[in-house]
């Protein structure tokens, strides 16, 4: 980042993995600065490199059992889950030193469509202080070369693959979730609320009828578990999570990205091609926790878990989300920062457990205690 001119062209495309700059107009290091004054919590603030150092850098040692838990029936040796779009398809992060597949309870491919896709026009990413806005327009081989191709090469004993499927049409909603019901993947996301495409995604996440025609759909074509990833832009999240329960969905995960777009103040145009895309990382994570909070009070009493998702970059931030009423916690624009974050964070979980004295993460899982109940602002 060019730290001389924050408003500079270009000048927050790039990443800084440290994330340290004397400058108030830099975001701190995500990774260090949540609850670093609270001293209740500094056991879940360790930064993820010291964490690596230890045995579970190499991913020989085992989880923690306390970690493990079972989502839809499917058994997650943590209850961290690699966010679809972050990861590729399963195999990129294997490359950095230190990091494991083992060391995460599941991971979300790359959102597949029936066609390959080249996505949206550079420029795709942005960074924005504490976030980062993406446009990258689905960009896939498509099905049959994940399923022919992809899912072969990667190793089902690690962790758990779960399959992200992105469509235009009902119709290729449907094909695409048919073809991956006949692969090995262990359960399949429907991606109706992705904010960066220009037909499908959005328009059917934001409609909840639209939502539930679409799960519907999807449900009659799998036996596979099956995980409705719900949008933060639409008026109530609680609807659409009821009418997507009922068309059939096992699990949902909140949020997706929240819609934005960034100007470049010397061209006054878009910074994006597509002008607007979805907002990911610490920024919204106050909005992802509330959207947790509420989309438990329906799913919870249906027994329906909830991947939460939304700015999580510690081990506090996870902690937060399960006890607003997510099973498990999605982790995806941190490992931009920071590849190795996972071990930071199942190494705080785990910490808190020991230091409250409970045997299980599940035990977390709901429990937030609010007093007086809660009106809008």
């Known amino acids: 980042m060019n730290c001389a001119d924050p408003y500079a062209p270009g000048a927050a495309l790039t990443l800084q993995p440290e994330g340290h700059c004397a400058k108030s107009h830099c975001p701190k290091d995500p990774l260090t600065a949540r609850l670093g004054d609270n001293p209740a919590m500094a056991i879940v603030t360790e930064p993820s490199r010291a964490a690596a150092a230890g045995p579970s850098a190499t991913g020989e040692a085992a989880l923690p ?3 493990a838990l079972e989502f839809c029936g499917l058994r997650f040796a943590s209850p961290i889950v690699l966010l679809s779009g972050c990861v590729g398809f399963g195999e990129e992060y294997t490359r950095v030193e230190g990091f494991s597949n083992r060391d995460v309870g599941a991971i979300v491919l790359k959102g597949t469509t029936g066609s390959p896709r080249l996505g949206n026009a550079p420029h795709r990413v942005y960074e924005t202080p504490e976030g980062i806005l993406n446009a990258i327009g689905l960009q896939n081989p498509g099905v049959a070369q994940v399923v022919e191709r992809i899912l072969p090469t990667l190793d089902f004993e690690e962790t758990r693959f779960i399959a992200n499927v992105c469509g235009s049409t009902i119709e290729e909603y449907v094909e695409v979730t048919r073809r991956f019901d006949q692969s090995p993947i262990d359960a399949i996301e429907i991606n109706i609320s992705c904010p960066n495409i220009k037909e499908g995604g959005i328009q059917f ?9 679409v799960v519907a759909a999807c449900r009659r074509a799998t036996q596979k578990p099956l995980i409705t990833k719900l949008s933060p832009n639409q008026t109530d999240i609680r609807e659409s999570a009821r009418v997507c329960i009922e068309a059939g969905s096992d699990a949902l995960a909140v949020i997706n990205t929240v819609t ?8 006054r145009t878009p910074v ?21 909070k509420q989309v438990y009070e329906v799913a919870g009493p249906r027994g329906i878990p909830i991947i ?36 930071a964070v199942n190494g ?5 457990l020991q230091q409250y004295g409970l045997r299980s993460v599940r035990e977390l899982i709901g429990t937030l205690q609010v007093g007086g109940g809660s009106t809008a602002c």
């Open 65 to 67: 059992e306390s970690l």
């Open 205 to 213: 996440g934001n409609v909840p009828e639209m939502s539930a025609r």
């Open 260 to 267: 934005g777009m960034a100007i470049d103040i010397h061209r």
């Open 272 to 292: 994006l091609a597509n002008v607007q895309g979805g907002l990911s990382g610490p920024a919204i994570k106050p909005i992802a926790l509330l959207k947790v």
């Open 308 to 343: 939460g998702q939304g700015g999580i970059v510690s081990a506090a931030d996870a902690l937060e989300f399960l006890i607003a009423g997510a099973t498990a916690v999605g982790i995806g624009t941190a490992l931009f920062y920071d590849p190795l974050v996972c071990h």
């Open 348 to 352: 705080g979980i785990a910490a808190y």
